[in-house]
């Protein structure tokens, strides 16, 4: 096994080459890393399930099946350019493991595994939590070690110790609802449209943040709770016309958003004084958020953090970050047998 000082030495570390796949969810991703290096990172998203309200998992696993072939080759093209198929330089293939939905993840599983059997490339799962985290280390930009890393999604909400490429604790975690969640069904309560989580955030930038006042959890540790913020936000609209919800939806947004980041931001600063680590990354797709983004940043020059946060690419689900991920892996010699299988809710 290579050692952890050994991966973080350029001048030690082996130049690999890995393809990644990514689909855990309703996105369909690729990408190409060269010597630790981010070539390309293609993307197909999946606009079938806005008129469901949510992400459907069988049409997902079909849309799946339809964008990969057509992704990867975008991906490889992009990355090694239309004179060569890319396949002949790959050294490694790597793809999203767990956690995500059982048949979206099956077809990403597949696939990574048939190119490796047909290529006899070795084989990288990825945990696609470990990947979010892992995307700072993706800009020229980069935290050292050790670092925190707040990481938000719709499924997860985590305060991470970030000690090497590989070793990642949980020091801190939803015991109920994630932010992205939340984000989602508040913004369903008032009447948006999936996903509900942006629009909060660009209906937030023309309200009154301070003008609602809802619940925010009082849990011990570092750990996190949003289900009683939305039962306080779908009580407070039980109440009002749907005039009033209209009339006052910005501030509405602003103050749900307002009190979410709060949340988050409190934990995250209550981690930094218990730790002692002032270096402080986020990740996941609520990342993505603005007054999130602005909120960690202010915190950040408030109690001199050297904050990082990555570009908007690598927030969202993409392959780019189980790429990175199985570029440390490789080097590590973490590799798994054509028999490892997905699975929904594995840990890490």
Known sequence: MVSFAALIDADTVKPVTILAIESSCDETAASVCVNGRIHSNVIASQAVHEQYGGVVPELASRAHMQNIVPVVDQALKQGFGDRTTGLEH????AFTQAPGLIGSLLVGAQFAKSLAIALNKPLIAVH???????????PDNRPSFP???LTVSGGHTQIVLA???LELEVIGETIDDAAGEAFDKTAKLLGLPYPGGPLIDRYAKDGDPLRFKFAEPRIPELNFSFSGLKTSVL???????????????????ASVQHTIVQILLKKIRKAVQETGIRQVCMAGGVSANSGLRNGLEALGTKHGWTTFIPA????TDNAAMIAITGYYKYQAEQFCPLETGPSARAEW
């Open 163 to 165: 000690k090497s490429p």
């Open 147 to 149: 670092f925190l890393c």
């Open 90 to 93: 790959i050294d490694a293939i």
């Open 128 to 138: 696609h939590m470990q990947a979010h985290v892992l995307a700072n280390l993706i």
């Open 235 to 253: 009580y407070f609209l039980q109440k009002q016309t749907p005039e009033f919800i209209l009339e006052n939806r910005n501030d509405l947004c």
């Open 312 to 315: 908007f690419e690598y927030c």
